[in-house]
T-cell receptor, first 111, second 114 residues
Framework: TQLLEQSPQFLSIQEGENLTVYCNSS?????LQWYRQEPGEGPVLLVT?????EVKKLKRLTFQFGDARKDSSLHITAAQPGDTGLYLC???????????FGKGTRLHILP | ETGVTQTPRHLVMGMTNKKSLKCEQH?????MYWYKQSAKKPLELMFV???????ENNSVPSRFSPECPNSSHLFLHLHTLQPEDSALYLC?????????????FGSGTQLSVL
């Protein structure tokens, strides 16, 4: 059973386009984090969201935590080749405080 | 150096070999972690140490043996591994062992078991 579903698994788009990737679960999370992992490197934390409905912006990246704290989305505006990487979401599960990772969305931005 | 450093970056070993992975953090953190990252699977937490004491062991086979001699160093000793153990092994640290803490990851050791 996949506890944190990330979609799509793969996404390849042209530079300048917009995109949204999703992280969904049936579990409630006290907080949710997004990481980006580049080839040959470990994941690097981008943002943590903790309140249902919260929206955080990091330059061209917009992160939203669902009202029920079960899902999240990452929207990238005017994607650039430097955005290429594996995007991982990780949630701290409410019922047992376990940190659960999704499988990730592999994003490739074509110049 | 700063951050979390892992060595070696790449390791190829036979099923009868014994090897060790090393992780060092220069952040003054109190908690350290070993994760396994396999293709098409989520990151799997293997071991957690807080102030050099093991606080979590997620049903990891005994052929993986962690060691934390001090709060800056973490080892993963490997012996008689199986081909399915081939994966990227990531070390991470956090300031303390509290949920929601920001994890700082190393670059990982890409392990291939032949």
């Amino acid at each position: 059973t996949q506890l944190l579903e990330q979609s799509p698994q793969f996404l390849s788009i042209q530079e300048g386009e917009n995109l949204t990737v999703y992280c969904n679960s049936s579990s409630v999370f006290s907080s949710l984090q997004w990481y980006r992992q580049e080839p040959g490197e470990g994941p690097v934390l981008l943002v943590t969201v903790v309140t249902g409905g919260e929206v955080k912006k990091l330059k061209r990246l917009t992160f939203q935590f669902g009202d029920a704290r079960k899902d999240s989305s990452l929207h990238i505006t005017a994607a650039q080749p430097g955005d290429t990487g594996l995007y991982l979401c990780a949630g701290v599960r409410d019922r047992d405080d376990k940190i659960i990772f999704g499988k990730g969305t592999r994003l490739h931005i074509l110049p | 150096e700063t951050g979390v450093t892992q060595t070696p970056r790449h390791l190829v070993m036979g099923m009868t070999n014994k090897k060790s992975l090393k992780c060092e953090q220069h952040l003054g953190h109190n908690a350290m972690y070993w994760y396994k990252q396999s293709a098409k699977k989520p990151l799997e937490l293997m071991f957690v140490y807080s102030l050099e004491e093991r606080v979590e062991n997620n049903s990891v086979p005994s052929r993986f043996s962690p060691e934390c001699p001090n709060s800056s160093h973490l080892f993963l000793h490997l012996h008689t591994l199986q081909p399915e153990d081939s994966a990227l092994y990531l070390c991470a640290s956090s300031q303390d062992l509290s949920t929601g803490e920001k994890l700082f990851f190393g670059s990982g050791t890409q392990l291939s078991v032949l």
